[in-house]
């Protein structure tokens, strides 16, 4: 099974899938949204995060099949994995919940927390981001 650390920095992240939001940081130094969570903006180095939640929409950057995959995924495959840009200005590594073929680079979707193993335990990091098409 997907093991899943949540630690006090990205905490607030995974807490925010359990309810359906997509949490990230950001930067009051430079107002820059962050993501993965972290202690110190990695664009200016500034300490002072603050989290906010994002609409959870976005643009596919870059997408991708795996027909192979290993460990609990490997009777999964086929499935998408895609770059999506997310409207507030970070780019997510993240499988898009949709048949393999269907999504496009451009195509906007939207956040769709899944839950690891196919029940929802209610603690942090039970669940992870993924995404599905928008209409």
Not at 94 to 121: C, K, M
Request: hydrophobic share 45%; aromatic share 10%; net charge negative.
């Amino acid at each position: 099974m997907v093991h899943i650390v949540v630690d006090p920095e990205s905490e607030p992240f995974w807490a925010g899938l359990l309810v359906g939001e997509l949490r990230l940081q950001r930067c009051a130094a430079c107002q820059r949204a962050i993501f993965y969570p972290r202690s110190v903006c990695p664009h200016c180095f500034a300490a002072d995060l603050s989290w906010f939640t994002a609409a959870g929409t976005g643009t596919v950057y870059s997408v991708t099949v795996p027909h192979r995959a290993f460990g609990e995924f490997a009777e999964q495959a086929p499935f998408i994995v895609a770059l999506v840009d997310v409207d507030e200005g970070v780019r997510m590594m993240t499988r898009v919940l949709a048949e393999p073929g269907s999504v496009q680079i451009g195509d906007r979707v939207r956040l769709a927390p899944n839950s690891l193993g196919g029940a929802e335990t209610g603690e942090p990091g039970s669940v992870y981001a993924c995404f599905e098409p928008v209409g």
